[in-house]
């Protein structure tokens, strides 16, 4: 929802839902009332908006919390059709705390986190998220970490500490859903991607091995001589494969950033796995060595700047020491910054090493942002298609990648 508009209209889609119970049958006796109502919360209520209607209570509290945000654009500027709707949350932390406590009474937590996003892009309420009352009061989503993400560096330290404790709530949200699934599929494929030809019994893939065995079909018996026995790969300490996250952190890529962040530490916890994660803009930085915590690595980017895939691609490039058992996921809108024929050679060549190479536009819930077209045709070409992926696809994404099998790209990449 990016419209003050539709953001409206579900805001008060919602806060008719929550209210429902509170007023009874009087709205349920008359449907042409409701539809007044919810015209009237949509409007604004000014000359213009030929409702007649007069809203009390709850309504009017709820009236004001989306005029203070959608009013005007911040400005009690005229609306379209004479009269005006002053609109502002006022320029002082204490009046947006007020505004942010009233919406999470009224309204769900999906609708404040749009809201949230919306006040902050419309009204410029970044600058207050620097003071700690603000954060307190606030409904934390990915994307209030995107956005204290890249105020870092303006932060004082007063309000760090509360800034990591927002990020680590969300952080801990993202694991407890993800983790877990992402361990077991990713061990799976570990394990299938190494399999052996004289397994013990329990570790027989008898799928693949009587596949294997059917030119020794015995008629006369009505069995298979399995002359050939294929077996999956146990689990052991030593490390299998290698997984490099390398992940655009321009500014549009804020929510990519988080959820690869999490899941690079999630990666980093399996033992089969040995797992590099750089980011870039311009400037290349490795954060490995922070992976045992995400929220250490979220605070150790800097989003924003420009972008060089290139330069990037060259240093994971040269950390690579086992090209046919390694994975490089380059996240990024591929918008590039610095050499694109370059980037385009050390693609080709990571692929024809064994390197299996995986393009991701966005690893986030919203889909795919703009990005560069003919940068991801250049790509598909070279037998590496561009693609969104959901956080919740991107186990299977990499399972594909591990056991070198097509990718489950989604129809609508």
């Known amino acids: ?61 709820m009236d004001g919390a989306l005029t203070a945000l959608y009013g005007g654009g911040g400005t009690g500027a005229p609306r379209k059709g004479g009269g005006s709707r002053s609109a502002g949350l006022g320029a002082s932390a204490p009046s947006v705390a007020r505004w942010l406590g009233d919406i999470r009474t009224y309204f769900p937590s999906s609708v404040v986190q749009v809201m949230q996003r919306d006040a902050i892009q419309r009204l410029g309420l970044s600058a207050l998220l620097l003071e700690p009352e603000m954060l ?65 019994h329990r570790d027989i893939d008898w799928d693949r091995t009587i596949r294997a065995n059917l030119k020794n079909y015995l008629p006369e018996y009505g069995t298979i001589v399995p002359e050939r026995l294929i077996g999956y790969g146990r689990a052991s300490q030593s490390v299998k494969k290698e997984v490099v996250l390398c992940i655009d952190q321009s500014g549009s890529m804020a929510a990519s950033v988080v959820y690869a962040s999490v899941f690079g530490a999630v990666l980093a916890s399996m033992r089969s796995l040995s797992t590099r994660l750089v980011v870039f803009d311009t400037a290349v930085v490795d954060l490995t060595d922070q992976l045992d915590d995400p929220v250490d690595v979220l605070f150790g980017t800097q989003l924003g700047g420009g972008t060089d895939i290139n330069r990037a691609l060259a240093y994971c490039q040269s950390r690579i020491t086992r090209p ?27 692929k024809a090493s064994g390197v299996q190479f995986v393009a991701l536009l966005a ?31 991107f186990p299977e994404v990499m399972a594909a990648a591990i056991e070198k099998r097509p990718l489950p790209i989604p129809d609508t990449a």
């Open 1 to 61: 929802m990016t419209t003050a508009g539709t953001t409206t209209d579900d805001a008060t889609d919602s806060a008719t839902d929550n209210t429902a119970g509170s007023t009874g049958g009087s709205r349920a006796d008359n449907a042409a009332d409701e539809r007044l109502r919810r015209w009237r919360l949509v409007l604004g209520g000014d000359s213009a908006d030929g409702t007649g209607r007069s809203l009390t209570g709850q309504d009017a509290a």
């Open 136 to 200: 307190e009061a606030v409904e934390a989503d990915v994307h209030l970490v995107g956005t204290l993400l890249s105020l870092n560096k303006a932060m004082p330290e007063t309000t760090k500490e509360t800034a990591r404790a927002v990020v680590r709530k969300v952080v801990a949200d993202i694991e407890k859903r993800l983790a877990t699934r992402t361990r077991a599929t990713l061990t799976g494929a570990l394990d299938r991607s190494a399999r052996i030809n004289r397994p013990r």
């Open 324 to 350: 046919a058992d390694t994975v490089v996921v380059l996240i990024s809108d591929l918008y590039e910054g610095g050499i694109r024929n370059e980037m385009l050679k050390r693609v080709a060549a990571m």
């Open 363 to 393: 690893l986030s819930d919203e889909g795919a942002p703009a990005y560069d077209r003919d940068h991801a045709a250049a790509l598909a070409a070279l037998g590496a298609p561009a693609f969104a992926c959901t956080p919740d696809l």
